[in-house]
């Protein structure tokens, strides 16, 4: 008879009677078995001890070597069982909703608190979602940008608490989220919640709202990936020891694909302690399949969904470009636990793309981009030839000169991170005309920028302007405010809210400026970096603007999604006025980007796609280089 016992991570196998010998001491030892002879026992020490334990015990059995558990052992096995069994309950309901078995799994109940107690009225998808959500307790939802993900998550809750089940929600996410999540669940629920942010400003204070009593804790906390890094024991002891029973949402949730990284450790640690989890996100596999191991391992921390055997399975289909056989396998162990609705779902009213609006160049900018498009087509690169990372470097920062010289000529004397090639090296007057531009000549694009929202604003319009370089934004909004505009911008500096900065606008306070009617904000002047996520402005905005434009797809595809969603844009056309130098690199970046858009939406629309916030962002500049540089 062997004992088998359990100390926190540690699994002992005491044997006083020698029965492990030969081939059975063999096969521990090939599990990672510490053989202690002094003590007779084997000793194994891992994170994670449930596998090994079966393992263990099949083996005994076979081997006819009696055992006798532990309690702790006899405990935690019964555990795992429940919650095992708790799993593939959860991955059949969520099989029989995806496949269209609503009615069997259609809570009546659920369907009258929806059309009695929430006072938005949900979409046909989002109902469906909601109740897949329910069916499968703890589960993800990957649909596209601008489905309505939050309003989802929303009405689940209500429901759990009007069910007793959950006291309060908890959102780890980017701080943009921030503002929408207390926005939407007032709209969304008809309640002002009561918030806890747990993120930026004065360290004690934020430290002293993670021990509320059972009578005074908030309806929703809201933290960052950055804090919960430092912040996840007490998050945890939050979770586990003030009586309370919270619904953790992981916001964007791609965040944490990176495994054994920093921010997705520190929400591995907490989220075993929630009564329910929920994972949010429209790009679940950025780079790679196993992009989606820590998000399911968020969803079940207790009962993984993926085995290990199954993660090298798909670690190698990957490298072996064997995309569909990763996604079948995917589909096999965790496609149920997600729902997805693809933009072609939703609804939506069309979008509009107007043709772009030609603009010939102010004499001045004209002067600089010709010197510097000439200068291009004259330089040899022979010498770099064999410094392949090196020539790929130039040919970056090129095209960035090229893009700045259609934004802003102003910018081609600034510095280029890991470029310092002067491309107008010995011509001192187009230097001087470089440094004094400002006082030389208003760029003709500005010009037309300025006509165009004047035109727009006349017909009581609100518009989002985008551009991709700060100085060029900046230039923008001092021209609105001059013109008589009530305009904001927001770029990569500007503060969140969490930053607790009191003297400037905070992101999040500007958007809701924006989007109120009769604020006097009536034009938003952003870059795609800033406002990529987690931002909607289609309530009351229909209008986009293009000054200039990168060969980021994905960014684009995003930028497009912000006044173009559920919720508003049923009924209203989204309209995209795009601003274009003739005779420069702005028609081949558009046409390259509706080129590889009208790709990228077949990918997004599929179940599993793979694409991030920089696809195709490098390759094509430098694919763009060659193609107008061609030697």
Same mark, same amino acid.
């Given at each position: 008879?062997?004992?088998?016992?359990?100390?926190?991570?540690?699994?002992?196998?005491?044997?006083?009677?020698?029965?492990?010998?030969?081939?059975? +001491?063999?096969?521990?030892?090939?599990?990672?078995?510490?053989?202690?002879?002094?003590?007779?026992?084997?000793?194994?020490?891992?994170?994670?001890?449930?596998?090994?334990?079966?393992?263990?015990?099949?083996?005994?059995?076979?081997?006819? @070597?009696?055992?006798?558990?532990?309690?702790?052992?006899?405990?935690?096995?019964?555990?795992?069982?429940?919650?095992?069994?708790?799993?593939?309950?959860?991955?059949?309901?969520?099989?029989? =909703?995806?496949?269209?078995?609503?009615?069997?799994?259609?809570?009546?109940?659920?369907?009258?608190?929806?059309?009695?107690?929430? &006072?938005?009225?949900?979409?046909?998808?989002?109902?469906?979602?909601?109740?897949?959500?329910?069916?499968?307790?703890?589960?993800?939802?990957?649909?596209?940008?601008?489905?309505?993900?939050?309003?989802?998550?929303?009405?689940?809750?209500?429901?759990?608490?009007?069910?007793?089940?959950?006291?309060?929600?908890?959102? /780890?996410?980017?701080?943009?989220?921030?503002? &929408?999540?207390? /926005?939407?669940?007032?709209?969304?629920?008809?309640?002002?919640?009561?918030?806890?942010?747990?993120?930026?400003?004065?360290?004690?204070?934020?430290?002293?709202?993670?021990?509320?009593?059972?009578?005074?804790?908030?309806?929703?906390?809201?933290?960052?990936?950055?804090?919960?890094?430092?912040?996840?024991?007490?998050?945890?002891?939050?979770?586990?020891?003030?009586?309370?029973?919270?619904?953790?949402?992981?916001?964007?949730?791609?965040?944490?694909? $990176?495994?054994?990284?920093?921010?997705?450790?520190?929400?591995?640690?907490?989220?075993?302690?929630?009564?329910?989890?929920?994972?949010?996100?429209?790009?679940?596999?950025?780079?790679?399949?196993?992009?989606?191991?820590?998000?399911?391992?968020?969803?079940?921390?207790?009962?993984?969904?993926?085995?290990?055997?199954?993660?090298?399975?798909?670690?190698?289909?990957?490298?072996?470009?064997?995309?569909?056989?990763?996604?079948?396998?995917?589909?096999?162990?965790?496609?149920?636990?997600?729902?997805?609705?693809?933009?072609?779902?939703?609804?939506?009213?069309?979008?509009?793309?107007?043709?772009?609006?030609? /603009?010939?160049?102010?004499?001045?900018?004209?002067?600089?981009?010709?010197?510097?498009?000439?200068?291009?087509?004259?330089?040899?690169?022979?010498?770099?030839?064999?410094?392949?990372?090196?020539?790929?470097?130039? !040919?970056?920062?090129?095209?960035?000169?090229?893009?700045?010289?259609?934004?802003?000529?102003?910018?081609?004397?600034?510095?280029?991170?890991?470029?310092?090639?002067?491309?107008?090296?010995?011509?001192?007057?187009?230097?001087? =005309?470089?440094?004094?531009?400002?006082?030389?000549?208003?760029?003709?694009?500005?010009?037309?920028?300025? !006509?165009?929202?004047?035109?727009?604003?006349?017909?009581?319009?609100?518009?989002? @302007?985008?551009?991709?370089?700060?100085?060029?934004?900046?230039?923008?909004?001092?021209?609105?405010?001059?013109?008589?505009?009530?305009?904001?911008?927001?770029?990569?500096?500007?503060?969140?809210?969490?930053?607790?900065?009191?003297?400037?606008?905070?992101?999040?306070?500007?958007?809701?400026?924006?989007?109120?009617?009769?604020?006097?904000?009536?034009?938003?002047?952003?870059?795609?970096?800033?406002?990529?996520?987690?931002?909607?402005?289609?309530?009351?905005?229909?209008?986009?603007?293009?000054?200039?434009?990168?060969?980021?797809?994905? +960014?684009?595809? $995003?930028?497009?999604?912000?006044?173009?969603?559920?919720?508003?844009?049923?009924?209203?056309?989204?309209?995209?006025?795009?601003?274009?130098?003739?005779?420069?690199?702005?028609?081949?970046?558009?046409?390259?980007?509706?080129?590889?858009?009208?790709?990228?939406?077949?990918?997004?629309?599929?179940?599993?796609?793979?694409?991030?916030?920089?696809?195709?962002?490098?390759?094509?500049?430098?694919?763009?280089?060659?193609?107008?540089?061609?030697?």
């Amino acid at each position: 008879m062997v004992d088998i016992k359990l100390n926190g991570n540690q699994l002992a196998v005491i044997d006083k009677n020698g029965a492990i010998v030969g081939k059975h +001491q063999s096969q521990l030892n090939f599990w990672g078995f510490k053989h202690i002879p002094e003590s007779k026992s084997f000793v194994l020490s891992a994170s994670e001890i449930h596998v090994p334990l079966e393992k263990l015990i099949s083996h005994l059995t076979r081997g006819k @070597i009696p055992y006798a558990l532990s309690s702790e052992v006899a405990s935690s096995r019964e555990a795992l069982a429940a919650i095992r069994a708790d799993l593939l309950l959860a991955l059949r309901q969520g099989e029989a =909703i995806k496949d269209g078995d609503v009615a069997t799994h259609r809570p009546e109940d659920f369907i009258d608190f929806l059309g009695n107690k929430i &006072p938005r009225k949900l979409k046909e998808h989002q109902i469906k979602a909601a109740l897949h959500l329910l069916a499968v307790v703890n589960g993800a939802n990957f649909s596209v940008p601008g489905s309505g993900k939050t309003t989802v998550v929303l009405t689940v809750f209500a429901w759990l608490k009007h069910l007793g089940l959950v006291d309060s929600l908890f959102v /780890v996410g980017p701080p943009a989220c921030f503002s &929408p999540w207390q /926005v939407e669940f007032r709209e969304v629920l008809g309640i002002k919640p009561s918030v806890a942010v747990l993120a930026g400003g004065d360290i004690e204070e934020r430290r002293s709202k993670y021990s509320p009593g059972k009578d005074n804790f908030c309806d929703l906390y809201l933290t960052s990936f950055q804090t919960i890094q430092r912040d996840w024991e007490r998050v945890r002891r939050l979770f586990k020891e003030r009586g309370l029973r919270f619904f953790l949402i992981i916001d964007e949730a791609h965040y944490i694909k $990176q495994l054994d990284g920093a921010w997705a450790n520190a929400v591995l640690n907490v989220t075993p302690f929630a009564v329910r989890r929920c994972i949010l996100t429209g790009t679940p596999f950025p780079r790679t399949y196993s992009d989606s191991f820590n998000l399911f391992d968020a969803l079940w921390p207790d009962c993984p969904p993926l085995s290990q055997s199954e993660r090298i399975k798909i670690e190698s289909y990957v490298q072996k470009k064997n995309d569909s056989a990763a996604v079948a396998t995917l589909q096999k162990t965790v496609g149920p636990l997600f729902y997805r609705v693809r933009k072609q779902d939703l609804g939506l009213a069309p979008q509009e793309f107007n043709e772009p609006i030609q /603009v010939k160049m102010g004499k001045f900018e004209r002067q600089i981009y010709d010197a510097t498009i000439d200068r291009l087509s004259g330089v040899v690169d022979d010498e770099y030839f064999r410094d392949v990372e090196l020539l790929m470097r130039l !040919k970056r920062g090129r095209m960035m000169r090229l893009r700045q010289g259609v934004s802003y000529a102003k910018l081609l004397g600034s510095a280029v991170d890991e470029y310092n090639e002067n491309l107008l090296e010995g011509n001192l007057p187009l230097a001087d =005309i470089i440094t004094h531009y400002d006082d030389l000549e208003i760029p003709a694009k500005l010009k037309t920028l300025v !006509k165009l929202v004047g035109k727009l604003r006349k017909r009581g319009e609100k518009v989002l @302007i985008w551009s991709n370089f700060v100085q060029t934004l900046k230039l923008i909004r001092t021209s609105l405010d001059e013109a008589g505009h009530g305009v904001r911008l927001i770029y990569g500096e500007t503060p969140t809210e969490a930053s607790s900065v009191q003297d400037e606008l905070t992101r999040e306070k500007i958007i809701t400026q924006f989007i109120k009617l009769g604020s006097g904000v009536d034009v938003l002047v952003a870059n795609p970096a800033a406002c990529s996520e987690s931002i909607s402005l289609h309530k009351t905005c229909s209008h986009a603007i293009y000054y200039d434009l990168s060969y980021n797809c994905a +960014q684009y595809l $995003q930028s497009l999604d912000r006044i173009h969603r559920v919720g508003g844009s049923e009924n209203k056309i989204a309209h995209y006025h795009f601003l274009q130098y003739t005779d420069t690199i702005d028609a081949d970046i558009l046409g390259n980007l509706r080129k590889k858009a009208q790709n990228m939406s077949a990918v997004v629309d599929r179940d599993y796609p793979i694409y991030s916030l920089d696809m195709f962002a490098g390759d094509d500049e430098l694919e763009a280089y060659d193609r107008l540089f061609k030697k």
